[in-house]
């Protein structure tokens, strides 16, 4: 007869190292099954990901119409409060401000609505598919020859010269001969939001913060408001009426103005500070030479020589300045008044298909300088 002599004190000890061996030997059937030496986190997480990017794919392409619509609702809408609410109200004040509203607004209104139609409908460029001059690649996805700069747009199934990135307020791709376009709509947007929420700034506070002796409901009906014998406006009562008293009725005109100001402005100083960040990154690439694509890349081309304790300078960047002249189109009869303050219908530089790549030299002193 065989006895089982069991201590209770033991007990937790055995069962971790149970738990310890179990998680052991899964761990090891796992990187059995999948180790690989070249796997990275960003691996995994790329993998992790890989339904959304799905979803993004098979269904960004009907959310564009959408977001073009979108964009053609709330431009309209702001601009009709404008004229209908805004400007009336300065009109009031001075007529000299209202003269330059109207140059200075109409401007910006141009600018926007200019870029935005380009950059909608302007094709950003693909590759030819024979007699490209100069390939770096083979497209995976379209079997076809890749000039430098050149990626494979999986929304629009085709490859994009200079690609940046596929925008959905556009439904198109940021490429080599609408990204000017693109840039300057949000430039240009930016600064109409700007100057509609300084516009409007004043009769937003005298509406949201009640200084305006008017009172709304918030929702689009008739209010009863007492009046004083002296005619100003009091505040609303819930009591029957009585002999005494005359009430005043606020109409549907007074309380659409009042919700059309709280829109205009809460809408505009909304995208202001989205859009500012948009902004701010775009026009930080520019400045470096590349492309949102390219940032990660290049981002990774750093890290790898770093490593061989090499540095790692991207081909595509020329200085600032030339980077600017090379992404605005300019060259000798191109102004900055006549082909940026206005709207024009330039051609970038270049045909997207070859890109001049810069030459560095290393100076003891100085380190890797631009040729």
């Known amino acids: 007869m065989v006895y089982w002599s069991w201590k209770l004190r033991m007990f937790p000890r055995r069962l971790t190292r149970a738990a310890k061996s179990w998680c052991g030997w899964v761990r090891l059937l796992i990187m059995t099954l999948y180790y690989n030496y070249f796997t990275t986190y960003m691996i995994v997480m790329e993998t992790a990901a890989e339904p959304m990017f799905w979803f993004v794919d098979h269904f960004a392409k009907y959310f564009g119409p959408i977001f073009v619509t979108l964009v053609v609702v709330m431009t309209t809408s702001v601009v009709v409060i404008f004229y209908t609410c805004l400007l009336p109200h300065v009109y009031h004040q001075d007529l000299a401000w209202t003269c330059f509203h109207l140059v200075f607004g109409h401007w910006l209104l141009v600018n926007i609505v200019f870029h935005y139609i380009m950059a909608v409908f302007t094709n950003p460029g693909t590759p030819p598919a024979k007699n490209v001059p100069e390939v770096v690649s083979i497209c995976k996805k379209c079997i076809s020859p890749k000039p430098p700069r050149t990626h494979h747009c999986t929304i629009c199934k085709r490859c994009i010269l200079k690609m940046d990135h596929h925008c959905p307020w556009l439904n198109n791709c940021v490429g080599h001969y609408n990204h000017r376009y693109f840039y300057l709509f949000c430039v240009y947007m930016w600064c109409g939001t700007i100057y509609v929420s300084w516009v409007g700034y004043e009769l937003f506070k005298q509406h949201f913060y009640g200084t305006?002796?008017?009172?709304?409901?918030?929702?689009?009906?008739?209010?009863?408001?007492?009046?004083?014998?002296t005619g100003d406006i009091g505040a609303l009562k819930s009591q029957e009426f009585t002999d005494n008293q005359t009430y005043l009725f606020i109409g549907y005109g007074h309380a659409f103005y009042h919700h059309a100001v709280l829109y205009e402005f809460i809408l505009c100083s909304g995208v202001t500070f989205a859009l500012g960040l948009l902004l701010f990154?775009?026009?930080?690439?520019?400045?470096?030479?590349?492309?949102s694509i390219e940032v990660h890349i290049n981002q990774k081309e750093v890290s790898k020589f770093k490593k061989k304790n090499l540095v790692y300078k991207n081909p595509y960047n020329y200085g600032w300045n030339k980077n600017w002249q090379v992404f605005l189109g300019f060259t000798d009869t191109r102004s900055f008044i006549r082909h940026v303050l206005l709207p024009s219908s330039h051609l970038p530089e270049g045909d997207g298909l070859t890109w001049h790549r810069a030459h560095y030299k290393y100076d003891k002193d100085k380190g890797l300088q631009l040729l």
Do not use: D, K, P, Y
């Open 281 to 291: 990154w775009h026009t930080r690439l520019i400045h470096g030479g590349q492309t």
């Open 212 to 229: 305006m002796l008017m009172f709304f409901s918030l929702f689009f009906n008739h209010q009863e408001v007492e009046a004083s014998g």
